[in-house]
């Protein structure tokens, strides 16, 4: 029903900025609260950020606060990662996900339906 493509991963020193984006098919984006996880090699998968579906509401993780901000652009079925202040660890997988079921917004895995494949951040100390 829906099909989302990441970008703008990439490699980046410590200290230093990345934004991903989160591309949606369909006209019913607006729909879906959306989420960002991530995950590292041999680690479990990791929330993120969350975003309802106006926007008005977000959640994200300890590890990430004031750092990280999770925006969304519903006219260009678009949703963002804004990544400041970037540490070795934050180095993963990072997967956009869309929630059909999500009144406001979920911090699990499986409060989502779709996921997209994922980009790749690399932080270089």
């Known amino acids: 029903q829906v099909q989302l493509a990441e970008s703008g991963g990439g490699l980046v020193q410590a200290g230093g900025s990345l934004r991903l984006s989160c591309a949606a098919s369909?006209?019913?984006?607006?729909?879906?609260?959306m989420g960002w996880f991530r995950q590292a090699p041999g680690k479990e998968r990791e929330f993120v950020a969350a975003i309802s579906r106006s926007g008005g509401r977000t959640s994200y993780a300890d590890s990430v606060k004031g750092r990280f901000t999770i925006s969304r652009d519903n006219a260009k079925n678009t949703v963002y990662l804004q990544m400041n202040s970037l540490k070795p660890e934050d180095t993963a997988v990072y997967l956009c996900?869309?929630?059909?079921?999500?009144?406001?917004?979920?911090?699990?895995?499986?409060?989502?339906?779709?996921w997209g494949q994922g980009t790749q951040v690399t932080v270089s100390s």
């Open positions: 996900a869309a929630g059909a079921r999500i009144l406001v917004v979920s911090t699990i895995g499986a409060g989502y339906d779709y």
């Open positions: 369909g006209r019913t984006f607006s729909n879906y609260a």
